[in-house]
């Protein structure tokens, strides 16, 4: 059949998911960001991180830098330039306080998770490199949630850029997961002067990577990936440079797959145009 046997551990709970005996778990909304790059010799590169195995949600699975949304996410004080938190709200089908959310989620996450930082002294420039202790303590109080992105932004004086960020895709978790998330995923390209860096706690390795490289090795299995991350890599595989990535144009589609039982076994069941991605050698 079409579909991907999923883990022993989930058949019950699918089994009790798609009879109604289970309610499905709420999604979370969530950002995760395809930081992206021009390499001199490797051409377009995407910036992955490999979760250790202790997480909860997709151990060893590697992945782009990203999370859950905070509630401060949305305070409305944080200065801001680029599209307006409506116009996010347009390509995302959010409403405007969610689309705000999301948008600085994904800049918080991408900062807490590599050190890039899509924010500037003005709307017009952009912070350089953002390795350094008095960093990694700002850092550090944004993991432990003791300092809001508003409020980090705001005692360093910086405006966030949400026009570095380009809206890609839509994923939503299977029902039948215990830990689910309504995720949005943006692009974005690395500042000049930054360095993505190993910093994460929840990562045991990190790797810029070619994204049909990346994509062929989550479709063998040699990388364990979700078919989210096989889809957006096997879709940047198309493009030749960061430009070219960052002026394409994007319909974002709500994605969310599908279980199927068969003969007592619980089975993925990807979008058509989702599984022509696993197809391709």
């Given at each position: 059949m079409r579909g991907r046997r999923?883990?022993?551990?989930?058949?019950?709970r699918a089994e009790d998911v798609l009879s109604g005996r289970v309610e499905p778990a709420p999604a979370r909304p969530a950002a995760t960001v395809a930081v992206i790059r021009d390499h001199d010799?490797?051409?377009l590169q995407v910036f992955l991180l490999r979760r250790v195995r202790s997480m909860a949600f997709a151990p060893g699975a590697y992945v782009f830098p990203g999370g859950a949304v905070d509630p401060r996410d949305g305070e409305a004080s944080l200065a801001w330039s680029g599209p307006s938190p409506a116009a996010w709200g347009a390509a995302f089908d959010a409403d405007?306080?969610?689309?705000?959310?999301?948008?600085?989620?994904?800049?918080?996450?991408?900062?807490e998770e590599s050190l890039v930082l899509l924010a500037g002294p003005t709307a017009e420039t952009v912070v350089g490199d953002t390795r350094g202790g008095d960093w990694e303590a700002d850092r550090q109080a944004l993991l432990d949630r003791s300092q809001s992105l508003g409020g980090f932004l705001d005692r360093r004086g910086l405006v966030l850029r949400s026009d570095l960020l380009r809206p890609w895709a839509h994923w939503i978790t299977p029902a039948v997961e215990p830990k689910?998330?309504?995720?949005?995923?943006?692009?974005a390209a690395i500042p000049a002067g930054q360095r993505a860096g190993d910093v994460s706690t929840e990562a045991d390795r990190v790797a810029w990577v070619r994204p049909a490289e990346a994509a062929?090795?989550?479709?063998?299995?040699e990388w364990l990936m979700l078919p989210p991350t096989v889809a957006t890599l096997s879709e940047l595989a198309g493009f030749e440079t960061v430009a070219d990535?960052?002026?394409a144009p994007r319909e974002?589609?709500?994605?969310?797959?599908?279980?199927?039982?068969?003969?007592?076994?619980a089975y993925l069941v990807l979008p058509r145009d989702i599984e022509r991605y696993y197809a391709a050698r």
């Open positions: 999923l883990p022993r551990e989930l058949w019950t010799e490797h051409g405007e306080t969610l689309a705000r959310e999301l948008v600085c989620a994904a800049v918080r996450e991408t900062f689910r998330y309504d995720t949005r995923f943006f692009v062929e090795r989550g479709r063998t299995g990535v960052l002026a974002i589609i709500a994605y969310e797959p599908e279980t199927e039982i068969v003969d007592g076994e």
